[in-house]
Nanobody, 127 residues
Framework: QVQLVESGGGLVQAGGSLRLSCAAS????????MGWFRQAPGREREFVAS???????YYADSVKGRFTISRDNAKNTVYLQMNSLKPEDTAVYYC?????????????????????WGQGTQVTVSS
């Protein structure tokens, strides 16, 4: 049973920074791609960033240059460093793990294709 637990969300002013963490357990995560999606009120869940076991990373255009995804394979943990936050970044952020499609395909496939999700952490950016 795969378990993903996010932490690090909160309230921040525009231009500020937050770092999200996602701790994975329950499986051997070698060759798992990990990623982050987000969902704002009234909107569909959307891709934010993904990272392969080897470290190759992919980003949504809306966060390129501002967000950085990384992972510590020894700790089965993935991080999302979010800088220069904007009010439009406000959303619930979800961690996702995938053993089939990989990090690149995670960036383009519908979110419903992935079975392993965390409970989500709220990020609110005030203007």
């Amino acid at each position: 049973q795969v378990q993903l637990v996010e932490s690090g969300g909160g309230l921040v002013q525009a231009g500020g920074s937050l770092r999200l963490s996602c701790a994975a357990s329950g499986r051997t995560f070698s060759n798992f791609a990990m990623g982050w999606f987000r969902q704002a009120p009234g909107r569909e869940r959307e891709f934010v960033a993904s990272i392969a076991w080897s470290g190759g990373a992919y980003y949504a255009d809306s966060v390129k240059g501002r967000f950085t995804i990384s992972r510590d394979n020894a700790k089965n943990t993935v991080y999302l460093q979010m800088n220069s936050l904007k009010p439009e970044d406000t959303a619930v952020y979800y961690c996702v793990a995938d053993s089939i499609f990989g990090a690149q395909r995670m960036s383009v496939m519908p979110w419903k294709r992935f079975p392993y999700w965390g409970q989500g952490t709220q990020v609110t950016v005030s203007s």
